[in-house]
């Protein structure tokens, strides 16, 4: 009986040790490893620049607003001071062509005031002396005056609108001139503004591109590199200075290519440390690379066998208590 009791046990060892084994194995599938990097800002310019001043020393902490370093490109003040002397000038031209504008168009409505009243006067005579004759004449009953006559032969009509005509065709030609006027100084159009809105246009961008030339820290970090002193000449693209992050910014991590993860970016994993499991962290995948790589050494259980996966990238709060460079287990949070 004894003998059966131990075989029974035996057997339920065996049975639990399977079950954890299956349970822990599953885990695993679902984990990977990765290496808590280093998020390094790196200043550097598209043009030559010249360093003016510097405001930090290699291994200073630095806070986030702090300037860093302020450098000098000659090309750009000398460019801004070009398009500053153009809009100067052509401001000034836009503003007297404006005065020439509204000058010839109170000249032009000087002008058909006065056409019209002389063409006025005249209709004003003409109609005072037709009712003059009239009157004299309405006592002679034999006599048949020109007003009863037919309208579309009366004299008196007929000159009055010939006048009407003759204004018309002296004002219409002026009062087309001053539409044109007017439509030229307050258009878009106008030459003198597209140029202006050009420069200033053109102007705020390298203004924009001016502040870019002093440096402020975006994180807390410690001062790297500090590539160049004040008064050298910086060729285009080369590092003048480097922040370091005093902690991890992001996890780059593996997933082994015989492994199967849909991992996606901005899916959430938890980020554990291997030497204390109990600094723990919620990250959020950023990346996820398209090919097989190889892994770092240092991911590796035996440096002289050469593993493949997916590269990973999980981006993790600045505030953590994780160390640059340490190694740490993932696994997506479902």
Do not use: C
């Not at 049975?15 to 695993?28: D, E, M, Q, R, T």
């Amino acid at each position: 009986m004894s003998k059966a009791k131990y075989i029974v046990f035996f057997w339920l060892i065996i049975v639990g040790a399977l079950i954890y084994f299956n349970f822990n194995l599953h885990s695993f599938n679902k984990s990977f490893y990765g290496i808590a990097e280093n998020s390094d800002f790196v200043v550097s310019y598209g043009g030559l620049v010249e360093i003016s001043k510097i405001h930090v020393v290699q291994g200073q902490t630095v806070q986030p607003g702090d300037t860093l370093i302020e450098v000098f490109r000659p090309e750009l003040d000398e460019r801004i001071r070009q398009i500053t002397d153009q809009l100067i000038t052509l401001r000034s031209q836009k503003t007297a062509a404006g005065f020439d504008s509204k000058s010839m168009i109170s000249q032009l409505e000087a002008e058909i005031k006065a056409k019209r009243a002389e063409i006025e006067s005249q209709i004003k005579q003409i109609e005072m002396q037709y009712s003059i004759n009239k009157s004299l004449t309405n006592e002679l009953k034999s006599i048949q005056f020109e007003a009863d006559s037919s309208p579309l032969i009366n004299p008196t009509k007929v000159r009055i609108e010939a006048l009407k005509n003759d204004l018309e065709l002296m004002t219409n030609p002026l009062e087309l001139r001053i539409e044109q006027l007017r439509a030229q100084s307050g258009s878009q159009e106008n030459p003198f503004a597209t140029q202006i809105g050009n420069l200033e246009k053109e102007i705020e961008k390298l203004e924009q591109e001016k502040k870019k030339l002093t440096v402020y820290a975006q994180a807390e970090g410690v001062i790297g590199t500090i590539a160049f002193k004040i008064g050298e000449i910086v060729s285009p693209y080369t590092p003048i200075l480097i922040l370091n992050s005093q902690t991890p910014a992001y996890i780059t991590g593996f997933i082994h290519e015989d492994s199967y993860q849909n991992i996606q970016i901005k899916d959430r994993v938890q980020v554990q440390s291997l030497a204390d499991r109990s600094k723990k962290l919620e990250g959020e995948v950023v990346g996820v690379g398209s090919s097989i790589t190889e892994y770092p050494e240092r991911l590796r259980k035996n440096i002289d066998v050469r593993l493949w996966g997916r590269e990973v990238q999980v981006r993790v709060p600045r505030q953590n208590q994780l160390l640059l460079g340490e190694k740490v287990i993932l696994k997506k949070i479902f």
